[in-house]
């Protein structure tokens, strides 16, 4: 058996590299603070050091046993980064705010990191603009995802990205390459994701929003993540320009980055209609916010249809991308309307986009899977294959997709009840997990978009943060490092 430090010192030299990457992402906070004179910036200046040095000397500590990570070590990156930066990000928060407890202040970073927008901090419209900014850098940063960043520039550290990117890309078919070099890939990727961030700050700049709320929401928008620099999130500007604006690029966000590349390289919109996913969020997101709509009407919600549709079409949208942003109080609203948008947050994103929940791909195999099943028990002879937009689905990708679901459902209904078990009432709790594993940010009732987690136990925050790791890892990453044979040589 080898010594455990030459087994997984490979992995914690490249996280050195990442932490240090991660250490000059605060200048930009920073300098925020610098220009603007405000009170956070000794936060700024401890936190940046502390990270760096801690950088530096876990890279150089174990630089001697530098070698090609492997499919276990991949895994295990993904995990310890994602575990191991938000634990650097809260330290601006701890030392600006001493009286925040780490529980909270993890469960902070956990949050903007993992794009969930779920938020224990209140007085957001005067909280020092550079830990604003703060928080809606670690959304952006978190939204395409913190390794496929490293990835673009781990080959000049002569380790290979390849097993890092496929541990990390969201949805089941991870084998498809936009371009020849996974370097390639992870550049394309966060030239097309910078562009629409820049045309997104662009648009809300000119619908009226100053340029640091325009900056800071282009960063939630295009992450999918859903913080907002005001308590009262998009109500705060209670404008239809700025709300049609936000739904066009969550929209945008929450489609297959992939398809936005070839859309790009060959300038060819018919790429949108092509992609499967693509087309079933646009009918699944216009059929819903037609019967929601009508049924909020009737129901005598608000005065008028332009009214009740303006509303639902922002709120289902926000939620359905697994953003969060919140122009009213849709926890008053029937629980028939709320619980449908929250639901929504589970398929309402395609694979390969910032948003969370189980995707629309896998939705999409598991109905057609169903209908297939019932087939061959009427026709037994017959021979079906699995198709999802002209694309034959291998056994193999079915299966992991049938285990993900199971595993997915099962971790909602634990941790559920783990919450229930420490005396928080069932919609709190239902919803505050649901929203949690798919990144989805405020639930009902106690957690709703009027309030937020706060209201929380230490025990119930953890277990919400557990599930926000789940969500963004897309459940199997996680539970594969936590089994036994994972450890064994």
């Known amino acids: 058996m080898r010594r455990p430090i030459s087994r997984f010192a490979p992995v914690l030299h490249v996280l050195g590299m990442v932490i240090l990457i991660f250490s000059f992402t605060m200048l930009v906070p920073l300098v925020t603070a610098l220009v603007g004179h405000d009170a956070a910036q000794f936060a700024f200046d401890e936190s940046f050091a502390v990270t760096l040095i801690a950088g530096v000397a876990l890279w150089l500590g174990a630089r001697r046993w530098r070698r090609e990570l492997k499919v276990r070590d991949g895994f295990l990156l993904v995990m310890l980064v994602w575990t191991g930066l938000p634990a650097f990000a809260t330290l601006p928060f701890l030392i600006h705010s001493p009286e925040m407890s780490f529980t909270d202040a993890y469960f902070e970073a956990i949050s903007a990191m993992t794009t969930t927008g779920a938020t224990v901090m209140s007085g957001l419209d005067t909280l020092p603009p550079s ?104 109500g705060f500007f209670n404008s239809p320009t700025i709300e049609a604006i936000s739904i066009a690029f969550m929209m945008m966000a929450t489609l297959n980055f992939s398809t936005h590349f070839l859309v790009w390289r060959h300038a060819r919109l018919r790429y949108y209609w092509e992609d499967a996913e693509a087309r079933a969020i646009v009918v699944l997101y216009v059929a819903t916010i037609a019967v929601l709509t009508i049924y909020l009407w009737l129901y005598g919600q608000y005065t008028g249809l332009p009214e009740t549709f303006r509303h639902v079409a922002f709120n289902m949208v926000s939620l359905a991308t697994s953003s969060g942003f919140a122009s009213v109080d849709y926890n008053v609203w029937p629980p028939f309307v709320s619980i449908a948008i929250l639901l929504m947050s589970s398929v309402g994103a395609s694979s390969g986009s910032t948003g969370g929940g189980m995707k629309m791909i896998r939705a999409l195999i598991l109905f057609r899977q169903s209908g297939k099943e019932m087939d061959t028990l009427m026709h037994p002879n017959s021979v ?106």
Not at 137 to 152: D, E, K, N, S, T
Not at 384 to 393: D, P, Q, S, T, Y
Not at 474 to 489: C, G, I, K, N, Q
Request: hydrophobic share 50%; charged share 10%; net charge positive.
């Open 384 to 489: 079906n294959v699995l198709k999802i937009g002209g694309r034959a689905i291998p056994p193999k990708v079915v299966m992991a997709v049938m285990g993900y679901i199971h595993l997915y459902a099962m971790s909602i209904i634990v941790l559920t009840f783990l919450l229930l078990g420490s005396g928080l009432d069932f919609m709190s709790a239902f919803s505050a997990i649901v929203a949690s594993i798919n990144n989805a940010g405020p639930g009902l009732n106690l957690v709703g978009p009027a309030s937020n987690y706060s209201v929380l136990t230490d025990f119930q925050t953890w277990v919400c943060t557990f599930a926000m790791l789940l969500g963004r890892l897309e459940v199997f990453t996680l539970f594969v490092v936590l089994t036994p044979s994972f450890w064994r040589d």
């Open 131 to 234: 830990l604003n900014l703060w928080r809606h850098l670690l959304q952006w940063l978190g939204g395409m995802g913190i390794i496929v960043l490293a990835v673009a520039i781990l080959p000049l550290l002569g380790v290979g990205g390849m097993q890092l990117y496929k541990a990390e890309t969201p949805g089941p078919i991870k084998d498809d390459k936009l371009t020849p070099r996974i370097t390639q890939t992870a550049k394309s990727l966060w030239t097309i994701y910078i562009a629409m961030t820049a045309l997104c700050a662009l648009a809300y700049r000119a619908a009226g929003m100053s340029w640091f709320d325009a900056i800071c929401h282009s960063f939630s928008t295009l992450s999918l993540g859903g913080f907002s620099t005001h308590d009262t999130s998009f």
